[in-house]
Nanobody, 117 residues
Framework: QVQLVESGGGLVQAGGSLRLSCAASGSISSSDAMGWYRQAPGKQRELVATITSGGSTNYADSVKGRFTISRDNAKNTVYLQMNSLKPEDTAVYYC???????????WGKGTLVTVSS
């Protein structure tokens, strides 16, 4: 089992920045993939960014050039630096860990990001 706790959400004005953190505990391994997803009101959950154990990253087109995902394997933590925030970035942001070896996915409870115009 893996437990995930997100933090860093809040209210920010358009053009501002926030940094999200997701701390993992339990049976986490540095070989696990980690990522951020978001769900806006009335919309489906969507991928924001992912990072592999080797540091390869993938971003949604809507956040490329504005968001940066990173991880600290020693701390079992993944981060999402969000710059130049837009009102359309408003959503609940969820952390996800994928354990390919076991075929398991784990989700955090989410942290709310609200961007005012």
């Amino acid at each position: 089992q893996v437990q995930l706790v997100e933090s860093g959400g809040g209210l920010v004005q358009a053009g501002g920045s926030l940094r999200l953190s997701c701390a993992a505990s339990g049976s986490i391994s540095s070989s696990d993939a980690m990522g951020w997803y978001r769900q806006a009101p009335g919309k489906q959950r969507e991928l924001v960014a992912t990072i592999t154990s080797g540091g390869s990253t993938n971003y949604a087109d809507s956040v490329k050039g504005r968001f940066t995902i990173s991880r600290d394997n020693a701390k079992n933590t993944v981060y999402l630096q969000m710059n130049s925030l837009k009102p359309e970035d408003t959503a609940v942001y969820y952390c996800k860990v994928t354990q390919y070896y076991y075929g398991m996915n784990y989700w955090g409870k989410g942290t709310l990001v609200t961007v005012s115009s």
